[in-house]
């Protein structure tokens, strides 16, 4: 008995049209106005930051400071690139010594814990998402 093997390769490719018949040209990838975004000062020193080995809350805070200050006067929450309950989870998180362990921002907090708390991976997914919802914003 033998045995044939068939292999098949597709390829296709969609051209678009405006409504003048002409031939509409493809956008860049998005790659690269991420990549011409870094020129900008204050993205240049956010992923230096998180470029950084061994961060932590303190580092990621960084980020959110840097973030926060380049869209203000608006506030993130306001600007729809982050929620205020997410920004009151990680600021409590990054702060606290309790929740963030060694690594928080400070050795001593008075008061009870917050009422919102995330854990250092979900804080680096909040801000990876901030990062981007802001780099998006840029790039417009």
Request: glycine share 12%; charged share 25%; proline share 9%.
């Amino acid at each position: 008995m033998r045995t044939i093997k068939v292999r098949s390769h597709a390829h296709a490719v969609g051209i678009v049209t405006g409504p003048d018949g002409k031939v509409k040209p493809q956008p860049p990838p998005p790659g690269i106005a991420y990549a011409a975004l870094t020129a900008r000062p204050e993205v240049a020193e956010v992923l230096a930051i998180l470029a950084t080995p061994g961060g932590g809350w303190v580092e990621l805070y960084k980020v959110y400071e840097i973030i926060r200050d380049a869209v203000k006067p608006i506030a993130l929450d306001k600007a729809g690139l982050a929620t205020k309950d997410e920004i009151s989870a990680f600021t409590g998180s990054a702060n606290w010594p309790e929740i963030g362990g060694l690594g928080a921002r400070h050795a001593r907090m008075g008061g009870g814990l917050p009422k919102r708390m995330m854990t250092e991976p979900q804080a680096r997914e909040f801000i990876g998402r901030l990062l981007r919802a802001w780099m998006d914003a840029l790039k417009r």
